[in-house]
């Protein structure tokens, strides 16, 4: 019986023939039958893909196997068996799109001038230690939040990723250059760019979750400092690390306590909602 799952990983290292590993990727991942998501960029790898467990072990040790991928922080989740509709292997300008290839600046030891990387439990000390010096700092999308952020967050007004520049650049988190500021999301990658992104404005103190919200949730669950849902990029939508998972989401259609996401059709002019399973039942055209 097929066991689905799905891995999440990046690696920032110089690529100098991209277009050579997207082929070597897309090879790999339809040899071993997955679909998911694989972007390359003379930056490194960004990755989501996910399949057969079996299939999926293959297809990491053959990415592993290329030097500079050999040590990639591989994050594991159950699937559902058709998370993705298909197989989708490109090269981009950046592998996160920040729309600021030319500031990120890359070597063989990952991005250079990001934030210092805090594992889970060393952010959990920094927070006992400076108390409320510290500011956790969302780098995700702003829709991300509304069903799961750490405590008290800064969750910055952007409904893309390309939108972060100019927020920096708008001077309304200048108060927070005094502060020890841990910035974080789904797996880290988000958090790499924009880390060397406010460093180079003059945010002194900037620190990174190291390995995301996923590594954070499979350390402490919901009995730290993060509170709520995850949103994923997939057929699943969101995700809970535990059942004690506190629900922060509220329905568009009648404020109803959700975290469920659903895509609404053009003509209801929003793309994305959060909707409650009892109005999806009752007010969704079959």
């Not at 990983?9 to 023939?17: I, N, R, S």
């Not at 230690?129 to 069903?147: K, L, Q």
């Not at 989401?249 to 109803?256: H, I, L, S, V």
Request: glycine share 10%; proline share 4%.
């Amino acid at each position: 019986m097929a066991v689905p799952k799905i891995v999440l990983f990046y690696v920032f290292t110089p690529l100098a023939d991209p277009e050579a590993i997207r082929l070597w990727q897309y090879t790999l991942a339809e040899a071993h039958n997955l679909t998911g998501r694989v972007l390359v960029s003379e930056h490194g790898i960004n990755a989501t893909v996910g399949g057969d467990v079996h299939d999926v072990k293959r297809y990491v040790k053959g990415t592993r196997s290329y030097a500079p991928f050999k040590n990639a922080d591989i994050k594991w989740s159950d699937g559902l068996g058709d998370d993705f509709p298909r197989l989708s292997v490109k090269v981009r300008p950046e592998i996160v799109t920040f729309g600021a290839p030319g500031e990120l600046k890359v070597d063989a030891d990952g991005v250079v001038g990001g934030g210092t990387h805090l594992a889970p439990e060393d952010v959990h000390r920094l927070v006992e230690e400076r108390g409320g010096d510290v500011v956790f700092f969302d780098g995700r999308n702003a829709f991300e939040a509304e069903i799961g952020r750490f405590r008290n967050a800064v969750v910055p007004d952007v409904s893309t990723t390309r939108e972060f520049v100019h927020e920096l650049d708008s001077g309304r988190y200048d108060h927070l250059k005094d502060k020890a500021l841990v910035t974080y999301c789904t797996g880290g990658v988000r958090c790499e760019v924009l880390s060397s992104l406010m460093r180079s404005r003059g945010f002194d103190e900037v620190y990174q979750l190291d390995g995301g919200i996923v590594r954070y949730g499979e350390t402490f669950g919901d009995t730290g400092l993060w509170e709520g849902s995850l949103y994923v990029f997939d057929k699943r939508m969101s995700i809970e690390f535990t059942d004690q998972a506190k629900t922060l989401g509220r329905c568009t259609e009648c404020d109803a306590p959700t975290s469920r996401y659903e895509n609404l059709p053009v003509s209801q002019g929003r793309k994305l909602a959060l909707v409650c399973t009892d109005c999806a039942a009752t007010n969704r055209p079959v």
